[in-house]
T-cell receptor
Framework: NAGVTQTPKFQVLKTGQSMTLQCAQDMNHNSMYWYRQDPGMGLRLIYYSASEGTTDKGEVPNGYNVSRLNKREFSLRLESAAPSQTSVYFC?????????????FGEGSWLTVV | SQQGEEDPQALSIQEGENATMNCSYKTSINNLQWYRQNSGRGLVHLILIRSNEREKHSGRLRVTLDTSKKSSSLLITASRAADTASYFCATDGNNDMRFGAGTRLTVKP
């Protein structure tokens, strides 16, 4: 049981390049999330998916797209990276209400856009 | 804007002292959760308190919730150096969990 796994761990991109952050969870959770965390700050929600086949915008969706490929996987895509997207990205999944509504986080992906 | 706001932003105490962190939020919630983040790591769930609960305990943690004031507090008793981390509150309105900016706690040995 690996929990939430996200790749890559580290990535350097040039401005204008595209990339996809991959996330998978093996806990059979319905809800999955992508957050970004800038230095010294809290997490800001980019996109979330309440169930397979649905996605919704969070606080800071501009410049990002997501795909809920199946129940396990939720990917985040940067189509044209910008320096403002330099951040640490966290994927997360959540248990349902009856199981405590707890969020489980991946270990983070450090992205630098130069 | 973020839903939860923690206060203080930073807190430094001696080992053995108690640490209190506060969280204020803006809209109605189903529950409020506290998470901990060690430097360079993901967040780890500490405790959840539902909107119809006023106080909850878990080991050295005590959480209170005042829905009339839209605020919560996290108390860590008898702190240890290993408690050094950032602490975040998270509010759950519907499916989108929102986090505050966190309190950076430093416990000096």
């Amino acid at each position: 049981n690996a929990g939430v796994t996200q790749t890559p761990k580290f990535q350097v991109l040039k401005t204008g390049q595209s990339m996809t952050l991959q996330c998978a969870q093996d806990m059979n959770h319905n809800s999955m999330y992508w957050y970004r965390q800038d230095p010294g700050m809290g997490l800001r929600l980019i996109y979330y998916s309440a169930s397979e086949g649905t996605t919704d915008k969070g606080e800071v969706p501009n410049g990002y797209n997501v795909s809920r490929l199946n129940k396990r996987e939720f990917s985040l895509r940067l189509e044209s990276a910008a320096p403002s997207q330099t951040s640490v990205y966290f994927c997360a999944s959540r248990t349902d209400w009856s199981s405590g509504n707890t969020i489980y986080f991946g270990e983070g992906s450090w992205l630098t856009v130069v | 804007s973020q839903q939860g706001e923690e206060d203080p932003q930073a807190l430094s105490i001696q080992e053995g002292e108690n640490a209190t962190m506060n969280c204020s939020y803006k809209t109605s919630i189903n529950n409020l959760q506290w998470y901990r983040q060690n430097s360079g790591r993901g967040l780890v769930h500490l405790i959840l308190i539902r909107s119809n609960e006023r106080e909850k305990h878990s080991g050295r943690l005590r959480v209170t919730l005042d829905t009339s004031k839209k605020s919560s507090s996290l108390l860590i008793t008898a702190s240890r150096a290993a408690d050094t981390a950032s602490y975040f509150c998270a509010t759950d309105g519907n499916n989108d969990m929102r986090f505050g900016a966190g309190t950076r706690l430093t416990v000096k040995p």
